[in-house]
């Protein structure tokens, strides 16, 4: 299995632009979820799924859109960057809504200028 | 929603000496709290995690304590090694819920040779 992928690793944006982050997994997890790193702020949520066509919002969804079509991916789009979007994002997956250990992606280091 | 504090921000500690990491939650119907060890450029990846039916767990070096009373967790490591300095986070959420994991700020453990 590859687990949890992200593509691309590294972007950057300029302020305006639209772009959209992707994340698969095949495990046939039944959760997804979008976090962004930033120093000091530990890992922050932003969208998440529980399934395929079951979106809610995390903690900060502002400027960003998911959608689940499939279970196996949850692509993230920014619809118009922004500097404060410039962040490491990781996609997460795990089967369900139990103790379950939580699957990181590699992460996607964005910069917006 | 939940909030997870943790402290310290960054901590230092000498070769071959313990660390402890600790964490306070809000909401009381929590009942799933996972560690996870983020090392330089990596995803975040569980290395312990305790539920709410327990006050303690042990995994060889790492040990995990809950007090649901004060709504506190702490991760302890014992006989640190250069290997083990990274970032820690705890998080919490509630087993069986659509609600995601809620992370701390995380901790910079720097073990010193």
């Known amino acids: 299995n590859a687990g949890v992928t992200q593509t691309p690793k590294f972007q950057v944006l300029k302020t305006g632009q639209s772009m959209t982050l992707q994340c698969a997994q095949d495990?046939?997890?039944?959760?997804m979820s979008w976090y962004r790193q930033d120093p000091g702020m530990g890992l922050r949520l932003i969208h998440y799924?529980?399934?395929?066509?079951?979106?809610d919002q995390g903690e900060v969804p502002n400027g960003y859109n998911v959608s689940r079509s499939t279970t196996e991916d949850f692509p993230l789009r920014l619809l118009s960057a922004a500097p404060s979007q410039t962040s490491v994002y990781f996609c997460?997956?795990?089967?369900?809504?139990?103790?379950?250990?939580?699957?990181f992606g590699p992460g996607t280091r964005l910069t917006v200028t | 929603g939940e909030n997870v504090e943790q402290h310290p921000s960054t901590l230092s500690v000498q070769e071959g000496d313990s660390a402890v990491i600790k964490c306070t939650y809000s909401?009381?119907?929590?009942?799933?709290f996972p560690w996870y060890k983020q090392e330089l450029g990596k995803r975040p990846q569980l290395i312990i995690d305790?539920?709410?039916?327990?006050g303690e767990k042990k995994d060889q070096r790492i040990a995990v304590t809950l007090n649901k009373t004060a709504k506190h967790f702490s991760l302890h490591i014992t006989e640190t090694q250069p290997e083990d300095s990274a970032v820690y986070f705890c998080?919490?959420?509630?087993?069986?819920?659509?609600?995601?994991?809620?992370f701390g700020s995380g901790t910079q453990l720097t073990v010193l040779p």
């Open positions: 495990m046939n997890h039944e959760y």
């Open positions: 799924s529980v399934g395929a066509g079951i979106t």
């Open positions: 909401d009381s119907a929590s009942n799933y």
């Open positions: 997460a997956s795990k089967p369900g809504g139990g103790a379950y250990e939580q699957y």
């Open positions: 998080a919490a959420s509630i087993i069986g819920s659509a609600r995601q994991l809620t």
């Open positions: 305790i539920r709410s039916n327990v």
